[in-house]
């Protein structure tokens, strides 16, 4: 037994205040040792335990027909059909990868990748939403090369293609960068695997990488601000180890064909601690586990090492009795570590045994009931001011030739050209487009899959920021013609102690609420990451609230999906959703604001879920009818950047009449998309409004060739990164 | 046409290639795991697929270039069958000696996933019957080491020999004379990093990659 004596600032050290340590000796009914302390502290960090958000979470809809598994499990899992299942979720590796960005990222990647084939599922594609601080800040280049490399070096090597994201560029994100990865994979709707443990005397077995002292208190680091020595937590970075993981998932999805499996779970943050205790609570069971049997990397470990590890590339099961040999003849084959490290009990105890002694005994029920649960003050953010005095622009052509460079619209084709999104040979929307679109191997059918957020209007107003992230990813999807499904979300904020932040989480939960009913967008699975702001800058500077959304939907047919390069000369385009001629363009929060004019006031525009809906329907159902050419959403720079991305992609320019000031140009307006067909508004227009803005054909846009929008657009990526991008 | 994949730990596009040798011959490929140390009788072509084999640690390839199973890919591409190796499976054949060379870090250090033009040097071989010589093809590339090089002599020697299979219309990724797939001396073995098997059906928007295959069947039958 660990004899260390539990002082105030050992309780300290672990992260756990005076009353939370109040609630261990409750639910301990005695002192607890080193070990038990260590586990309290992991699983009531804020990170597992979701201590501050839960009550706030569960007012996001998380039901539908569509829903087979809802937020709890793994990943959250959705019908598509043919008794076929998309199994998805979204998660944060924020401060592991500002501390150290390649394995920061990805160890990213592959914990999201084991949430998904934990549950059964073949991943099929990775995606991203990455936040950066100023490009110009001197840790930037460092960071924005080791998460892109990192992201591509896990992915890349596991063989799941990473066919998206989306990037942006702030200075609130200089301390704190924000890496949030996305996993779909598809199983069949009978081998959906859950994690509840059940059978007493059933063995658990422990798979893949052995244990080592790396990550011990990585779910304790997330949960806290950075300090001015957020350098000296390296240590507490994860190592990844794409290739074991490749093995890892091969492994695992051969026994998965079999019936030898009761549950299973990986070992994500808190490793083998929040495993075994979530194995054995959802399934109101005990558990047993022999220390000495854990395979361990190093020499000399104590269970209070190996508890806290978070070594990556591991994976818990509760076998069906008998069952050992024939599974461990499977990872055997692909050269992965097999040990029966316990049993489970009916004692609803956890008992850890380590060289013959029990070093912890803890009551499971208490641990998970006596968790301590917040409901910190909050306090809304103020209505944002009209914007006023609104400046005009004297150049449409100069002004989008400078935006189409600026960080957040210039091309990423930098960043995703060092990512295989090809591998599996059915990705059949690349990045670049609103959303990408991978084929179900094997069948005619489309997963769309895209992610977003905008974090400047989630600071403007987070109820209709949080309203807009739901209401983007919707426009994305319907865009390539996907209906959309379901929702995962990464809900990244500061830190929740403070009045002001609770007031973004709760209004951007708020916000996304409406949003998700209003469109039929359940929310099946999600990642709270709190705590994100730094004293490191020198500032205390908070993140922008950014609760990133990753949404599927679903294409009948694959080749039926729209792109949004223009297919021809001489096609009308369109705008569907406004109209030019009301003069509404709405301005406040907009990149051409802040861009051309370094202003970041007003409010952000509103969104009409209605409206909202009423395009997206009409848009999917012109691109299933075959009406429209080519599909594209408007979000940030407005109308006339929407126009550019179209025309740059094919190469085609625009004639565009009735575009004259800033705000029909810029304005950053909701609910809309430009399309290109012949006669589109004659054909139906379900109420929505649908106006000719314009002819495909030449090489300019608004006076400004597409070899000069191009060139502004290629190059902010390669003359940031260039000289010195491999050097991370 | 009887064809077998090679599976390394490791390996990521062997189903790629078993689905583009399935669709284009008709029959199903073996897929052959690396502990092998025979191959099924009376094969036409042995394909060694992209990836990560053993992670790329150490060197890419130079691990999977020493599997047991690499012995009997030797011993029959020396009896004359067709071996094709497909960005890790160029390289593992270049570090198992089948192919001159070797497959060096990009010049820019970066990954690089990306449609290429392509430029067919050779049209006599049974892999690249199906193009004409001088022919422009798009295939796409997806590696972190496809950086070819030899010394000089043997450089000339595979332009002399017309072994040079297919080049690289421009640098992508510093390959010496931008060599992107060459022959062994017998022309039975071809070693390329281009992926030929994402290229071979509408999905992927050209079909450039499916007239190796079909070159392959209607040489190898």
Known sequence: MTQSPITPEVVAEHGLSPEEYERVLHAMERQPNLTELGIFSVMWSEHCSYKSSRIHLKRLPTTGPQVICGPGENAGVVDIGDGQAAIFKMESHNHPSYIEPYQGAATGVGGILRDVFTMGARPIANM???????????????????????????????????????????????????????????????????????????????????????????????????????????????????????????????????????????????????????????????????????????????????????????????????????????????????????????????????????????????????????????????????????????????????????????????????????????TVQRPGGDAAVVRVHGTQKGLAITTDCTPRYCFADPVEGGKQAIAEAWRNLSAVGAKPLAVTNCLNFANPQRPEIMGQIVGCLEGMSEACRALDMPIVSGNVSLYNESKATGGGSAILPTPAIGAIGLLPDWSESATLAFKGEGEGIYLIGGTVSERAGHLGQSLWLRELHGREDGPPPPVNLDREKAAGDLVRQLIADGKVTAVHDVSDGGLLVAVTEMALAAGIGAELGAITDAAAAFGEDQGRYVVTGDDIDRAYTMGVPITRIGTTGGNEVAGISLDSLRSAHEAFFPKLMGADAALA | MKSAVIVFPGSNCNRDLQVALRDVSGQEPAMIWHRETALPEGLDLIAVPGGFSYGDYLRSGAMAARSPVMRAVKDAAHKGVSVLGICNGFQILTEAGMLPGALMRNANLSFVCRDVDLKVENSQSAFTSRYEAGEEIVIPVAHHDGNYTADEETLDRLEGEGRVAFRYNCAVNGSKRNIAGILNEAGNVLGMMPHPERMIERAHGRTDGRRLFEGLLEALG
Not at chain 1, 165 to 177: L, Q
Not at chain 1, 200 to 212: A, D, E, F, M, R
């Open chain 1, 128 to 426: 991203n939403s990455l936040r950066f601080g100023r490009p110009d800040h001197p840790k930037m280049r460092h960071l924005i090369a080791g998460v892109v490399h990192g992201i591509g070096g896990y992915g890349n090597c596991v063989g799941v293609p990473t066919v998206g994201g989306e990037v942006n560029f702030h200075k609130a994100y200089d301390g704190n960068i924000l890496v949030n990865a996305m996993t779909v994979g598809i199983a069949d709707t009978d081998k959906i695997f859950y994690s509840a443990a059940s059978g007493v005397g059933n063995p658990i077995v422990y798979v893949g990488s052995k244990t080592g002292r790396d990550g011990i208190h990585g779910a304790t680091m997330a949960s806290a601000d950075f300090g001015e020595d957020s350098e000296e937590k390296r240590p507490t970075v994860q190592v990844g180890d794409p290739f074991t993981e490749k093995l890892l998932i091969e492994a695992c999805l051969e026994l998965m064909a079999s019936d030898a499996i009761v549950a299973i779970q990986d070992m994500g943050a808190a490793g083998l601690t929040s495993s075994s205790v979530e194995m054995a609570s959802k399934g109101g069971v005990g558990i047993e586990l022999v220390m000495d049997d854990v395979p361990q990397r190093e020499e000399g470990m104590t269970p209070y090492e190996m508890m806290l590890s978070e070594s990556q590339e591991r994976m818990l099961m509760v076998l069906k009795p008998g069952r050992e040999d024939f599974a461990k003849a499977i990872f055997e084959k692909w050269e992965l570590d097999f040990a029966v490290i316990g049993h489970v009990t009916n004692t609803g105890r956890m008992v850890l045994k380590w060289k013959g002694d029990v070093v912890a005994d803890i009551p499971l029920a208490p641990l998970a009931d006596e968790a301590p649960l917040y409901d910190r003050p909050h306090v809304p953010t103020p209505k944002p001011a009209p914007l006023a005095n609104v400046p005009e622009s004297t150049d449409i052509g100069a002004d989008l030739l400078k935006l189409m460079g600026t960080p957040d619209l210039a091309s990423r084709r930098w960043i995703w050209e060092q990512y295989d999104h090809m591998v599996g040979a059915d």
